[in-house]
């Protein structure tokens, strides 16, 4: 119903800056979440920042607060995030994802998922 195209990611250096990008399209619903996640080799997926639609108000986990910024579109179909002071822990895999309503903070939460971009961070 929902299709996530992710664009962005690769190679970056320590504190160095990236900026990934997810475009919706399909059967977008008026009230939904947009974001990111991300898992790294032998870790759980956990979420990183997403925006709230058609409010636009971001939110953040730990890790990213201070270096992410998230952001969308005036058509509200699309999930900017933009990293910043990149570390070495924020390497992996980045999954787009989508949740109707509010809900957010855990992957069982999740409809949609994009098919993901590798980020890797070197020091």
């Known amino acids: 119903q929902v299709q996530l195209v992710e664009s962005g990611g690769g190679l970056a250096q320590l504190g160095g800056s990236l900026r990934l990008s997810c475009s919706a399209s399909?059967?977008?619903?008026?009230?939904?979440?947009l974001g990111w996640f991300r898992q790294a080799p032998g870790k759980e997926r956990e979420g990183v920042a997403s925006i709230s639609y058609p409010s636009g108000r971001a939110y953040y986990e730990d890790s990213a607060k201070g270096r992410f910024t998230m952001s969308g579109n005036r058509a509200k179909t699309t999930g900017y995030l933009q990293m910043t002071k990149l570390k070495t822990e924020d390497s992996g895999v980045y999954y787009c994802?989508?949740?109707?309503?509010?809900?957010?903070?855990?992957?069982?939460?999740?409809?949609?998922w994009g098919k993901g971009v590798l980020v890797t961070v070197s020091s």
């Open positions: 994802a989508s949740s109707y309503g509010d809900s957010w903070g855990d992957p069982e939460y999740v409809d949609y």
């Open positions: 399909g059967f977008i619903p008026s009230h939904y979440r």
